[in-house]
């Protein structure tokens, strides 16, 4: 897609704040250590958010993200700041294909520092973008009541609440169309 950053998956895309080109591309599996890296990175409350709870080790959750798989239905995506020729990790999103319920279901986390700058959506859209073109049909996703963000993402991604959820937590889907 694109010459500078091979593997982009959608066109780069330069965030105003960050004086740099933020690339999604897929991850592979020598992005383990920065992946891991990165989850180090986050607060505490976005990790326990991502991973709905505390994790430890994050250096083996990093090495199943990546983990080469001949299923192209699991995939996980990377949003990678390019700065005077470094790259960072400022964004992943997992994607995993169910095939007893028939629809995909992800996590997604932003960088603290980055967040509320339009990445996350980015990141839904490319990912929804890799599902229809495996052919999937319907996307969904779990979430605490009390996670204004990630509810507040999945309504602007076109996500509704199919009422499946319970006391704790929010049951989101969305039916993908070409
Ligand atoms: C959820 C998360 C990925 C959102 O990423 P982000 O890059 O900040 O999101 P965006 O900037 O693309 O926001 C898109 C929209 O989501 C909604 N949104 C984002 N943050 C919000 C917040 N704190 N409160 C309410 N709505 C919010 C808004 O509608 C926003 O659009 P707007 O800025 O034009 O109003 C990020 O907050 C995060 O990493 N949280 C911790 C991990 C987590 O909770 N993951 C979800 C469970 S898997």
Redesign the pocket.
């Known amino acids: 897609m694109s010459q500078l950053f091979p593997g982009a998956v959608v066109e780069p895309v330069e965030l105003a704040e960050t004086k740099g080109m933020v690339c999604i591309r897929t991850a592979g599996e020598s992005d383990v250590e920065s992946l891991s890296v990165y989850f180090t990175g986050l607060s505490t409350i ?1 990790r326990n ?2 991973f709905s709870g505390a994790r430890t080790d994050l250096s083996v959750v990093a090495a199943e993200c990546v983990a080469k798989s001949d299923r192209l239905d699991h995939f996980t995506l990377l949003a990678e700041l390019r700065q005077e020729g470094q790259g960072r990790i400022i964004g992943e999103a997992r994607y995993a294909y169910d095939e007893a319920v028939r629809h995909g279901e992800f ?4 960088a603290d520092a ?8 980015q990141m839904m859209t490319a990912m929804e973008t890799r599902a229809i073109d495996l052919g999937h049909e319907l996307i969904a996703a779990e ?1 605490a009541r009390t ?4 509810r ?2 999945a ?2 991604a076109g996500f509704r609440d199919t009422g499946l959820g319970d006391w704790q937590s929010v049951h989101l889907a969305k039916r993908l169309s070409r």
């Open positions: 976005s958010k991502r996590a997604i986390s932003v980055f967040h509320r700058m339009g990445l996350g959506l979430t996670n204004a963000e990630m507040g993402l309504k602007k």
